[in-house]
Each structure stands twice: as structure tokens, then as C-alpha cells.
């Protein structure tokens, strides 16, 4: 019975622990989610007006 | 012999804009603006510059070998740096350093002396002509400029064995250090339609080894110029990496690269993991693997002569665990100090383990992907095709020099160099090289200077006599075998009277 116990105990502080796992990559992903938006509206507001025309003018010739 | 790993870094910068869009007149506003700002008037000097010797030991192997440019600006700077035009980019090349962080922090100064010389050259152009830097390798329309690394190693080892032992290495560190680029621009690179790459130079490499740098270019460039003394040293000139913003992956490029030419010199090449049977093939499809940040890309591995079979990720994989062989056994004192050797040896453990457990965690030190979750990231939120202008304007402005235009300083990179060291390099020459000699000639004696170069400077005398000062070893002429003639010579006609006793 004790022995059951244990490891009904167990099972439980693992799930628990699982749980808070989840949780807290939960919160992770949220939060790297939060700051890939952020970055986004950043670069929105930086960008290069005319991408079209500022990607098509980017010729070089070749160096080295 | 095992010697001291001096690392230079050379890096030409996109340039666009300037009057008439005329690339060689605007780098050379860049490179004149700059040199008008700090009052420096030291030309290159040509002598010694041999960029057709092939290290192979034959001769007219190449029909393409490079040949030596005079006319364009060209100038050496109180940090030993040379500031010039290259074909049709301005070129900040490093002075010769004594560890990978201080090349690292000499290429960080670069990048602000660039700024600086865009501000002022711009100041006196018109609102049309501003001129505008990228600090990058392509231009996505089948045309690249390179970030060349130099390392001092010793002449015993025979180069073929350079060849075999840093072909896995060349061909894979671009998971860890490439600065990745939407798409793909030349023929080969275009037929397997890639959505993204790893590196901005991989594409371009269709030889393994051979002398040219601008066509046919070779993942191991034979260029046999040590602008040393030829009999002990060879300088390996290694044109296959990119250009990186992210001051961790120059760190580790450039450190990993060190370690590994100093595991060559301890062990030889039968250490090093085997080459891949093809390595042209192996650098292109190593440039496509994706699956590190995107599972339903499948992963590329290629295979040995011995049907081994290595992913990019196994090669760095082995190559760490050969490095710290290499640092327990010796010390790695020749790389750098017991400190750096550890900071080093971390991170580039943690950017391996990191690719491995989830991308993202190292988005804030390699380029690439720091790149990439941009890029994916706008995709996404608007619906875009992999070939929208959008997604390339954002892979073109991450290498922007402007901070405030810069994608790249918005990726929140980790820095390793405080803008005290940044600022201090842009000025002073690494005291433990030849480069301080050189430095602190320019900075002393700049009206009795004629010109120099890697290896010499040549002196002018208030008659006009001119006289050569070979520097033949580039780890002499350090400020402590220098500081106190220096110090006892006000002028350089002193100083030539010292040497002469």
C-alpha cells in the first residue's frame, strides 16, 4: 500500500511538474511571439519605402 | 613549427548611390572623406604585393590570376589598417591581430570607420548622391564582393594538407557563421529553387582549390603572398566565409578556423574528419539546409570517400571535440589567452548545441537565422511569396551600416566589443603585432613617411632620401620591443639612426 502510494505520488508530482513545463513553455512561446511582433512592427516602420525599386537598384560589380 | 595564429580580416562593402552611381568614384569619395577627417596622407606602397604566387609552387596555372591596382585611394591608418578601393568597393583590412577577440574587435572598428566616412562624404554630396554602405557579400543578382580571413601559419605544413584538413570545416561552418540570403542568384544555385540560404557566398564557389578570387572561385585559395618571411610563414588567405554583423559569429569564425590550423600544425591532417567527396557540391548543398529551422525541409548530409556520412552539423560537431583536444593538450596559447580559449570554446559549443536543441536561441548570434525569423516572420504576417521584393529589402537592409536603418542591430545581436573598444580600435594599433610599429609610425612620424605597406615602411628624410624599414615578422615590432624607441625618437630621422646602431 505504501509503495503504491510512492508511486502514485510520484506519478502525480510528474504530471504536476509536466504540467508546469507545458505552462512555462507555453509562456515561452508567447513571449517570443510577443517579441517576433514587436521586431515585425519595427521593421515595418524602418524598411525601405519602395522595396521594389530598392532591391532592383542594388547592383554591384563584382570585387576581391 | 607551430606559430602564432595572427589573424587579419578584409572587408569590402556593398556600395550604392554617389554622383552618376559611378561605384569606383564613390568608394573613393568613401576612402578620401575618411582620410581628410583623421589628416592622413600615407599612400600604400606597392613593393612586395605578388597576388599571382601561387602556393602550389606552379606557375601559369591561372589564366585568370589577379593583378595589382596602383591608381585608386589607398591609405594606412594609426590602427595599422589599410583603407582602399578595391575593384569597385571600398576595403577596410585589419590590421594584423593577436587573437580572434581583438580581430573581431578591429573588424567592429571597421565598421564605424565606414560610418564615419559615409557621414562625411555625404555631408558635401548632394540629396540624390548620398552614398549609402552595406556591409554584405552579394547583391542577389549573381555578383559578390568578399570578407577574406587571413591566418598566419607555419611553412612545414605542406598545403595540401591545409586542403584536406579545413575542407570539412570551410565547407560546414557556414551553419554556424553564415549571414544567409532570400533565394539564390547564379545558375547552379537557382536550380534547386532554394527559399532561403545559409550563407551569402556558398553559391559562388565552383572550384575546391585554385589562385582567383573574382572568377572560378575556389573553396581554398592558394594565394601564395605571406607578406612575411616566405620561409617560415605561409599566410592562409581564406575567401569562402562571409561577412558577419553579429560579432559572435566573427568571434567564433574566426577563433574556430585558429584552433583548428593550430590542431593541423600539432597533430596533422589525419586528425580531421574526412572531406566530402565533393566539396563544391557540399558547400552549395550545406547553403540549403533549412531543416534547423524548419522541419519540413529534409536535411542535407553528404558523404566521404570511405562512405561516411556527415551532416554540417556532425562536421562542426567533430571539429569542436578535435579543438578541445587541442586545448587540453596544449593550452591553445598560440590562439589566444587561457580566458578567450574558454569564452571562445563555449560559444561555439553553445551555437552547436543551440542549432541542435531549438534555432531560435541562438537567432541573437547567428546571422543567418537571426535573418531568417525576420524574414519568415514578415512572410507569414502578410502572406508573402518567398521571391517578394519585401523579403529581399528586409535580407538587403539587415547588412546596413546606418544603425538606424540597420535590421541587423534591430535582431538585438550580442556583442561582445563595448563601443570604448570599438572606439579605441578605430584609433590605436593593436599593441602585441607589427601592426603597432606601423601604427604608431603613421601616427608619429606621418610628414617623413613615403608610404608602406604589410611588411615595410618607407621613410623620407628632410633631403629627400628614402629608406625602407623591413618588418619581416609580424610578431615583432610590438609595443614592448618598440615603446622605448619610440618614446626616445621624436623624429623618424632619430629613429632611423637608432635602428642603423
Same mark, same amino acid.
Request: net charge negative.
Given at each position: 500500500?505504501?509503495?503504491?502510494?510512492?508511486?502514485?505520488?510520484?506519478?502525480?508530482?510528474?504530471?504536476?511538474?509536466?504540467?508546469?513545463?507545458?505552462?512555462?513553455?507555453?509562456?515561452?512561446?508567447?513571449?517570443?511571439?510577443?517579441?517576433?511582433?514587436?521586431?515585425?512592427?519595427?521593421?515595418?516602420?524602418?524598411?525601405?519605402?519602395?522595396?521594389?525599386?530598392?532591391?532592383?537598384?542594388?547592383?554591384?560589380?563584382?570585387?576581391? | 613549427?607551430?606559430?602564432?595564429?595572427?589573424?587579419?580580416?578584409?572587408?569590402?562593402?556593398?556600395?550604392?548611390?554617389?554622383?552618376?552611381?559611378?561605384?569606383?568614384?564613390?568608394?573613393?569619395?568613401?576612402?578620401?572623406?575618411?582620410?581628410?577627417?583623421?589628416?592622413?596622407?600615407?599612400? @600604400?606602397?606597392?613593393?612586395?604585393?605578388?597576388?599571382?604566387?601561387?602556393?602550389?609552387?606552379?606557375?601559369?596555372?591561372?589564366?585568370?590570376?589577379?593583378?595589382?591596382?596602383?591608381? *585608386?585611394?589607398?591609405?594606412? &591608418?594609426?590602427?595599422?589598417?589599410?583603407?582602399? !578601393?578595391?575593384?569597385?568597393?571600398?576595403?577596410?583590412?585589419?590590421?594584423?591581430?593577436?587573437?580572434?577577440?581583438?580581430?573581431?574587435?578591429?573588424?567592429?572598428?571597421?565598421?564605424?570607420?565606414?560610418?564615419?566616412?559615409?557621414?562625411?562624404?555625404?555631408?558635401?554630396?548632394?540629396?540624390?548622391?548620398?552614398?549609402?554602405?552595406?556591409?554584405?557579400?552579394?547583391?542577389?543578382?549573381?555578383?559578390?564582393?568578399?570578407?577574406?580571413?587571413?591566418?598566419?601559419?607555419?611553412?612545414?605544413?605542406?598545403?595540401?594538407?591545409? !586542403?584536406?584538413?579545413?575542407?570539412?570545416?570551410? !565547407?560546414?561552418?557556414?551553419?554556424?557563421?553564415?549571414?544567409?540570403?532570400?533565394?539564390?542568384?547564379?545558375?547552379?544555385?537557382?536550380?534547386?529553387?532554394?527559399?532561403?540560404?545559409?550563407?551569402?557566398?556558398?553559391?559562388?564557389?565552383?572550384?575546391?582549390?585554385?589562385?582567383?578570387?573574382?572568377?572560378?572561385?575556389?573553396?581554398?585559395?592558394?594565394?601564395?603572398?605571406?607578406?612575411?618571411?616566405?620561409?617560415?610563414?605561409?599566410?592562409?588567405?581564406?575567401?569562402?566565409?562571409?561577412?558577419?554583423?553579429?560579432? *559572435?559569429?566573427?568571434?567564433?569564425? !574566426?577563433?574556430?578556423?585558429?584552433?583548428?590550423?593550430?590542431?593541423?600544425?600539432?597533430?596533422?591532417?589525419?586528425?580531421?574528419?574526412?572531406?566530402?567527396?565533393?566539396?563544391?557540391?557540399?558547400?552549395?548543398?550545406?547553403?540549403?539546409?533549412?531543416?534547423?529551422?524548419?522541419?519540413?525541409?529534409?536535411?542535407?548530409?553528404?558523404?566521404?570517400?570511405?562512405?561516411?556520412?556527415?551532416?554540417?552539423?556532425?562536421?562542426?560537431?567533430?571539429?569542436?571535440?578535435?579543438?578541445?583536444?587541442?586545448?587540453?593538450?596544449?593550452?591553445?596559447? %598560440?590562439?589566444?589567452?587561457?580566458?578567450?580559449?574558454? %569564452?571562445?570554446?563555449?560559444?561555439?559549443?553553445?551555437?552547436?548545441?543551440?542549432?541542435?536543441?531549438?534555432?531560435?536561441?541562438?537567432?541573437?548570434?547567428?546571422? @543567418?537565422?537571426?535573418?531568417?525569423?525576420?524574414?519568415?516572420?514578415?512572410?507569414?504576417?502578410?502572406?508573402?511569396?518567398?521571391?517578394?521584393?519585401?523579403?529581399?529589402?528586409?535580407?538587403?537592409?539587415?547588412?546596413?551600416?546606418?544603425?538606424?536603418?540597420?535590421?541587423?542591430?534591430?535582431?538585438? %545581436?550580442?556583442?561582445?566589443?563595448?563601443?570604448?573598444?570599438?572606439?579605441?580600435?578605430?584609433?590605436?594599433?593593436?599593441?602585441?603585432?607589427?601592426?603597432?610599429?606601423?601604427?604608431?609610425?603613421?601616427?608619429?612620424?606621418?610628414?617623413?613617411?613615403?608610404?608602406?605597406?604589410?611588411?615595410?615602411?618607407?621613410?623620407?628624410?628632410?633631403?629627400?632620401?628614402?629608406?625602407?624599414?623591413?618588418?619581416?615578422?609580424?610578431?615583432?615590432?610590438?609595443?614592448?620591443?618598440?615603446?622605448? &624607441?619610440?618614446?626616445?625618437?621624436?623624429?623618424?630621422?632619430?629613429?632611423?639612426?637608432?635602428?642603423?646602431?
Amino acid at each position: 500500500m505504501a509503495e503504491q502510494e510512492r508511486v502514485q505520488k510520484h506519478r502525480t508530482e510528474k504530471s504536476e511538474s509536466d504540467n508546469e513545463m507545458v505552462d512555462q513553455s507555453g509562456a515561452k512561446a508567447d513571449k517570443l511571439k510577443a517579441e517576433l511582433d514587436e521586431l515585425l512592427d519595427e521593421i515595418d516602420i524602418v524598411l525601405e519605402e519602395n522595396a521594389e525599386e530598392f532591391v532592383r537598384n542594388y547592383v554591384q560589380k563584382g570585387g576581391e | 613549427m607551430a606559430i602564432e595564429k595572427i589573424i587579419g580580416i578584409e572587408t569590402e562593402y556593398g556600395i550604392a548611390g554617389g554622383p552618376s552611381g559611378d561605384p569606383i568614384f564613390a568608394s573613393t569619395l568613401i576612402v578620401n572623406a575618411y582620410a581628410q577627417l583623421v589628416k592622413s596622407s600615407i599612400r @600604400w606602397d606597392f613593393e612586395g604585393e605578388h597576388p599571382d604566387v601561387d602556393a602550389r609552387g606552379q606557375k601559369g596555372l591561372n589564366q585568370f590570376a589577379p593583378a595589382v591596382e596602383r591608381t *585608386v585611394a589607398n591609405t594606412v &591608418l594609426t590602427n595599422g589598417a589599410r583603407l582602399y !578601393v578595391d575593384h569597385a568597393h571600398p576595403e577596410y583590412s585589419s590590421p594584423e591581430c593577436r587573437s580572434p577577440l581583438a580581430a573581431t574587435q578591429y573588424d567592429v572598428a571597421g565598421e564605424m570607420i565606414m560610418l564615419q566616412a559615409q557621414r562625411a562624404a555625404n555631408e558635401i554630396l548632394g540629396q540624390n548622391e548620398q552614398i549609402r554602405l552595406y556591409k554584405n557579400n552579394s547583391d542577389g543578382k549573381g555578383n559578390s564582393y568578399g570578407t577574406h580571413e587571413n591566418f598566419l601559419v607555419s611553412r612545414t605544413v605542406p598545403f595540401t594538407e591545409i !586542403v584536406r584538413a579545413m575542407l570539412p570545416h570551410f !565547407v560546414s561552418r557556414q551553419l554556424l557563421f553564415g549571414a544567409g540570403k532570400v533565394g539564390a542568384e547564379t545558375d547552379t544555385g537557382r536550380f534547386s529553387n532554394p527559399h532561403f540560404q545559409l550563407s551569402q557566398r556558398a553559391e559562388f564557389f565552383e572550384e575546391v582549390v585554385g589562385l582567383e578570387t573574382t572568377m572560378k572561385r575556389p573553396i581554398v585559395n592558394t594565394r601564395d603572398e605571406p607578406h612575411a618571411d616566405a620561409e617560415r610563414f605561409r599566410r592562409l588567405h581564406i575567401i569562402n566565409g562571409d561577412a558577419n554583423l553579429s560579432q *559572435v559569429a566573427t568571434f567564433v569564425k !574566426v577563433g574556430s578556423t585558429a584552433l583548428l590550423l593550430g590542431a593541423l600544425e600539432e597533430y596533422g591532417c589525419e586528425a580531421f574528419p574526412p572531406p566530402p567527396t565533393s566539396p563544391v557540391a557540399a558547400i552549395r548543398s550545406f547553403a540549403q539546409d533549412l531543416s534547423w529551422v524548419d522541419e519540413t525541409y529534409p536535411s542535407v548530409y553528404v558523404h566521404t570517400e570511405s562512405g561516411a556520412r556527415f551532416s554540417s552539423w556532425e562536421y562542426q560537431n567533430e571539429l569542436w571535440l578535435l579543438a578541445q583536444r587541442y586545448v587540453e593538450d596544449t593550452g591553445a596559447a %598560440l590562439v589566444a589567452e587561457h580566458s578567450e580559449v574558454v %569564452l571562445l570554446m563555449t560559444q561555439w559549443r553553445e551555437l552547436i548545441d543551440g542549432l541542435r536543441k531549438d534555432s531560435m536561441i541562438v537567432a541573437n548570434r547567428i546571422d @543567418w537565422i537571426a535573418k531568417y525569423r525576420m524574414v519568415a516572420g514578415f512572410r507569414e504576417r502578410y502572406g508573402l511569396d518567398w521571391n517578394s521584393a519585401k523579403l529581399a529589402a528586409i535580407a538587403l537592409q539587415y547588412h546596413d551600416i546606418v544603425p538606424e536603418k540597420s535590421l541587423a542591430r534591430m535582431a538585438k %545581436l550580442f556583442e561582445l566589443i563595448t563601443p570604448e573598444m570599438a572606439n579605441q580600435a578605430m584609433t590605436e594599433a593593436p599593441t602585441d603585432t607589427r601592426a603597432y610599429f606601423r601604427g604608431e609610425s603613421v601616427r608619429r612620424y606621418s610628414n617623413e613617411i613615403a608610404s608602406a605597406n604589410w611588411d615595410s615602411i618607407v621613410f623620407k628624410s628632410s633631403e629627400g632620401a628614402l629608406q625602407r624599414v623591413p618588418m619581416m615578422d609580424p610578431t615583432r615590432g610590438t609595443m614592448e620591443l618598440t615603446s622605448s &624607441l619610440f618614446g626616445e625618437c621624436s623624429t623618424a630621422t632619430e629613429l632611423l639612426e637608432r635602428l642603423e646602431r
